[in-house]
């Protein structure tokens, strides 16, 4: 079980710094751009999933701070978004392996944003930790080709575990 | 004592306090466990590196944004990388025969700057390479929250280091463009870290890109020296107003 979460969180890195490569590409109007998604934009994209990131792993080790609200911009300007999240993927892949097996197996206590209390194994929360980056990574992947990037990068785990073979 | 896991990263990473780095130290002295976390800890972060560097450094196709900007991308590519500091782990200095060599790179780097304007210039000062001109005047001045896409500095992120400088990195949009990384010290800025970059694309319908990608060196070196946060704007214009000394 340990090995698939370190897989998967450098999935996660991987996957981020190939998406923040072809967003800090694009001219700054279509990187701000409502192109009508949850999030409405790649920015707001990309800073909600280093919110909610951020959100986890303050529930799972008790340290970091994070705004509230869901939409709250982290970053205005790209590159320090990017900054932030090369530290949050390493936050999160040195977490990851920090944990044994009984660990992940373990039931974990904590509270959502309105205060109320829920139980999880630790790794039912880290699937959903990587699950939520890889659905919001859809969203941000299919914005680029409504902005009309042609045939972004893939940013699946396929590619990075070909390119590791 | 125990210190918990997010303390140990914090240690191995250089981004405690004095008094807990202290604590964490007397510890390992007698704890080879708290000492093998933190070894075990600084391996995974140069095994992580290994991962996020070739992925920085994949160029990107040239017809991929084609269509959304009417332009080729402009990209930046590894290598020619110019670290001046010393990495502040290490207990050496540099010898100042190193700051020269080191400068006389930064001097090709730099040199159509220096060509265009009498008044650009490189010194070196207690074995460190020191810029002024434009790029000193862009880094004290310009924000990155406003900065025109036509400025000749291209001001990216800015962060304190683990010594309590502030630091920013830039890109200078000349014909060979350079990206780097510098820090304040005293009334000047400390080049750390240059490395050459493809220019952005010219012509019409030339853009400016979200974020200039940096080139993985100077990514590393901002990763290497950052402490906490990047700077958000409203941070950024209060250094800015203490003239870039530490708060």
Known sequence: MKAHFVMMAKYNAWANARLFRMAGALPDNLYRKNVGVYFKSLHGTLNHLLLTDRIWMHRLTGEGDHPEKLDAVLFEELASLHTARLKEDERIAAFVQSLTEPQLEETWNYRTQNGTPHQQRRRDILSHLFNHETHHRGQAHAILTILGVAEPQSLDLLIMQREQL | ?247
């Open chain 2, 1 to 247: 004592m125990t210190f918990s896991d997010e303390t140990v990263m914090a240690y191995a990473d250089g981004e405690l306090d004095a008094a807990t780095r202290a604590a964490v130290e007397l510890a390992m002295a007698s704890d080879p466990d708290l000492a093998q976390r933190i070894a075990r800890h600084r391996g995974l972060r140069q095994q992580l590196r290994r991962e996020f560097d070739p992925v920085l450094a994949e160029p990107l196709p040239d017809r991929l944004l084609a269509a959304a900007t009417g332009n080729a991308l402009a990209q930046a590519h590894s290598g020619n990388v110019v670290t001046l500091q010393r990495r502040p782990m290490r207990q050496w200095t540099w010898p100042q025969w190193g700051a020269i060599a080191a400068s006389l790179v930064v001097g090709l780097l730099l040199a159509p700057l220096l060509r265009r304007a009498p008044t650009e210039g490189l010194g070196i000062r207690d074995g460190k390479v020191l810029v002024s001109g434009t790029l000193a005047h862009a880094l004290t001045e310009q924000l990155a929250s406003t900065q025109t896409a036509d400025a000749p500095v291209r001001v990216g992120v800015s962060f304190q280091s683990r010594n309590g400088d502030y630091c920013r990195t830039f890109t200078l949009h000349e014909q060979n463009a350079v990206a780097g990384v510098a820090c304040r010290d005293r009334d000047s800025w400390r080049i750390e870290a240059l490395a050459a970059a493809h220019p952005a694309a010219s012509g019409p319908g030339v853009y400016q890109p979200a974020a200039s990608p940096l080139p993985p060196g100077i990514e590393q070196s901002v990763s290497e020296l950052i402490v906490g946060e990047p700077l958000d704007a409203k941070a950024e214009a209060a250094a800015r107003a203490r003239g870039w000394r530490g708060p």
